[in-house]
């Protein structure tokens, strides 16, 4: 039957009874569905309590609106087919199975104990509470956007396997669980929430773009892609477990347990903090482009490799090397605190600073233009090898392999009078009578740090010292200061000769002339 009016009396669908609606249904008392209703191409307006027990279909073109101060109840048992558009603007609550391939919006609260199925090419528009203790599956080509609370209660499940965006907040309860499955995506915007106090997992192929916080109290599981952005946070107070690829670009902070089996890209401008668990294992790579913390309590394990490009920082007594550093930035042992080294520590065009303690039973090496500063105390039962520049300001004891064949420092002054600078510069002058002098052209070719990045060159406090006519023929003193990246500075003094490096040029010379033997002669006629 076909019904275009308003309603005002109750109503019951029998269970073998059918309702079309083709029309406006406008129902202003309680409608109990026992058999179908199908809202084929009308408007259907409930603002009391409409219950379905059997089956409703809101079909393609169709409307449904629960109204201000209505309620929609999909019964234990029941079926909810949404294929054009289900507005909640009260009270929706789910006891059974929601199947949607059309667009639902929610702006009142929707509660979920039972499963609801959002379809390739559904969507689902949220700006109120959702509260889901059942089974929330988006599927491939679906999307859900949640611009208010999503809640996942105990035994919640939210199986997201098309887009999931969310605006404001998803809170993951004890019991509850958050699955992104493969070639899904979650994009969480910026001052956005994501809380899990119960399991997350990113499966292989899927992807997290969170511009807002992740905030993990009990367990996050990343197998696919977790990529942060401006103004983002990671939060680890329990177990954080990555299997895959997570790219900081802003804050991580871990005070739980965070196992790197795989790959975390720490960003420029980014800052990672511990004072709880870290281990990085065999297979697993950090790669450091900024500042990385590790505080007073903290554990810090690297069985896998570390590429250290800007800051790694210790401070606390847990710090344990057992694979691969390699640095071509600053690794700083902080006064008080320790490293210990098993396995393989290499400088590059970085540094170690060691303020505390720090035991080496395997390999060091500082290359070149490497810098190795200690001012605390180096236990060595292994091999220390340098190629660069060393200050050694503390203690270094043991009985083990100490290889030096570059610069070896312990003047807290740092003055080096022989064998860095050439003990004589010569600069001839252009063609405009300047005579120039670059810093690092004053180093000996054989020390090798005029290439090295990250140092500044000063030649009587200049980086480039420019002399003219006047100076030609005189010997002037230069002294030479080279600023290392950690601050420490060598200085030498050489002296500068200037002469005059333009070829005289002969005017008024004779036309070409030409013969044809040694003994042939031919006059020659003078320029003007």
Known sequence: MVLSRSNTNPLSNANTGVVNNEATWNQFVAFTNNGVVSNKAGVFVCPQVFTNNKTVENLTGARF?????GSFTNATGSTLTNAGNFQNLSTFINNTTVTNTGTVSNNGVHTCNGIFNNESGGRIESTATVNLSGIWNNKSGATTQSGFRFNVLANGVVNNGGTFQNNDQIDIKTGGSFTNQANAVLNSAFGSAILNAGIFRNTATSKIVSNGELNNANLFI???????????????????????????????????????????????GAVWTNTGRFLNTVPGVVINGFEIFNRTGGFFTNNGTIKNNIRLFNEGLNFVNNGYLAATGDVLNRTGAKILN??????????????????????????????????????????????????QRGTLTGNAVVKITGLVLTSTSSEVATGLCKPTFRSGTDVGGRAKVDAAQVLLPTIGLDSCGGFQYF??????????????????????????????????????????????????????????SLNDTASYVWLA
Do not use: H, W
Request: net charge negative; aromatic share 6%; with cysteine.
């Open 65 to 69: 609106i629960v109204d201000f101060g």
């Open 222 to 268: 990343n197998n696919g892609l977790f990529e942060s952005i401006d103004g983002s946070k990671i939060i680890n107070s329990d177990s954080l477990i990555n299997n895959s690829t997570i790219k900081n670009v802003n804050v991580l902070t871990n005070s739980g347990y965070f196992e790197n089996n795989s790959t975390i890209e720490n960003m420029s």
């Open 342 to 391: 098993t396995e393989v520590l290499e400088i590059f065009e970085g540094s170690l600073v060691n303020e505390g303690a720090f035991e080496n039973s395997k390999t060091v090496i500082v290359r070149k233009c490497g810098i190795l500063s200690n001012k605390g105390a180096i236990t060595n039962s292994g091999s220390i090898r340098s190629e660069g520049i060393v200050f």
């Open 459 to 516: 030649i009587n406090g200049l980086n480039r010292s420019t002399y003219g006519c006047a100076e030609i023929g005189t010997t002037i003193p230069g002294r030479l200061k080279i600023v290392l990246r950690t601050g420490d500075s060598l200085t030498c003094n050489t002296s500068i000769e200037v002469f005059d490096g333009v070829a005289p040029l002969i005017a008024n010379c004779p036309q070409d002339v030409t013969i044809f």
